[in-house]
C-alpha cells in the first residue's frame, strides 16, 4: 500500500540560509536540528517526495517564502561530531547518532511572502502548528488542507 503524501515546514534564518540560497544550490542537507522531536519527524516521518514549506523565523516579516520538497531521506548528521562546527554535540556518538538531516530540493519561491499574520487570519489555518502560541519547532507537520490553503494564498516562481 502507497504511504500517504506529507507535507512540513522548515524554519530558518534568511541571515544563516535564505530560500535564495537553496535556489542557488539546488539542494541541501537541513543540518543542525537539536530538537528531539523535529528529529524525529525527519528521521521517522519524512520522505523524499514530500513537500515542504520553507519559512523564515526572526525575520521582517515572518513568514512562508519558498517550498522545498525532501530528496534524500533522514541520515546522520555529520555537524554533531564535529568540534569546529557551531551544532556540535559532544554527546552525540558516530557509532549511534543521535542527530539526523534529510536533504532537501529548491520547488519554488512565492512572488511575495505569505507572512505570519495572513497565514493567522486565513481561515482553515486556525490549527496549523507555525501560528501556535509558543510552537517553536524547526521542523512541523503541515496537514494536507493547510498545504492547499497556503498554496493558493501565493504563487510560486521556479
Known amino acids: ?5 506529507r507535507y512540513w515546514l522548515i524554519k530558518s534564518e ?12 539546488g ?13 524525529n519527524f525527519m528521521r521517522d516521518d519524512m520522505r523524499v517526495g514530500d513537500e515542504v514549506f520553507f519559512y523564515y523565523s526572526n525575520a521582517q516579516p515572518m ?9 534524500r ?10 568540534p ?3 551544532h556540535y554535540d559532544p554527546k552525540s556518538d ?6 539526523m538531516m534529510v536533504d532537501v530540493g529548491y ?32 521542523v512541523q507537520p503541515v496537514t494536507p488542507q493547510e498545504w492547499h490553503i497556503v498554496m493558493r494564498l501565493g504563487e510560486l516562481s521556479t
Open 1 to 5: 500500500m502507497a504511504r500517504a503524501q
Open 14 to 25: 534568511p541571515n544563516l540560509y535564505s530560500i535564495a540560497d537553496l535556489q542557488r544550490d
Open 27 to 39: 539542494r541541501t542537507c537541513w543540518d543542525g536540528v537539536r530538537n528531539y522531536q523535529a528529529r
Open 63 to 71: 513568514g512562508i517564502y519558498g517550498a522545498a520538497q525532501v530528496v
Open 73 to 82: 531521506e533522514a541520515y546522520p548528521d555529520h555537524t554533531a561530531f564535529d
Open 84 to 86: 569546529s562546527d557551531k
Open 94 to 99: 558516530a557509532a549511534n547518532p543521535t542527530w
Open 107 to 138: 520547488v519554488g519561491t512565492f512572488k511575495e511572502p505569505i507572512t505570519l499574520a495572513t497565514l493567522k487570519r486565513t481561515p482553515g489555518l486556525e490549527k496549523m502548528l507555525v501560528i501556535q502560541r509558543g510552537s517553536r519547532l524547526s
